[in-house]
Nanobody
Framework: QVQLVESGGGLVQPGGSLRLSCAASGSIFEITAMGWYRQAQGKQRELVAAMPSDGSTNFADSVKGRFTISRDNAKNTVYLQMNSLKPEDTAVYYC??????????????WGQGTQVTVSS
């Protein structure tokens, strides 16, 4: 069993910052990739940022230059630092991880989601 537990969401004013964290726990042999998706009300879930195990990063165009993603491999944790937040960043943010639980069993896991609201 693998669990992803997110924290750090909340209400912030436009131009403000938030830092999301997601910790993976359970029967983990290797984490191939970790990242963040978001889903605004009435819209499809979209990729925000991803970080494979090689350390490369991938961002949605809408967040480039404002968001950064980082990983602490020792803690199986991924972070999303969100700066210069805009009202259009309001969404439920989901942590995502591709995890090898051993014997080449590779599956995709999701966190429960954390609400980010950007409003004055």
């Amino acid at each position: 069993q693998v669990q992803l537990v997110e924290s750090g969401g909340g209400l912030v004013q436009p131009g403000g910052s938030l830092r999301l964290s997601c910790a993976a726990s359970g029967s983990i042999f290797e984490i191939t990739a970790m990242g963040w998706y978001r889903q605004a009300q009435g819209k499809q879930r979209e990729l925000v940022a991803a970080m494979p195990s090689d350390g490369s990063t991938n961002f949605a165009d809408s967040v480039k230059g404002r968001f950064t993603i980082s990983r602490d491999n020792a803690k199986n944790t991924v972070y999303l630092q969100m700066n210069s937040l805009k009202p259009e960043d309001t969404a439920v943010y989901y942590c995502n991880a591709v995890i090898n639980t051993g014997w080449s069993r590779i599956s995709e896991y999701w966190g429960q989601g954390t609400q980010v609201t950007v409003s004055s």
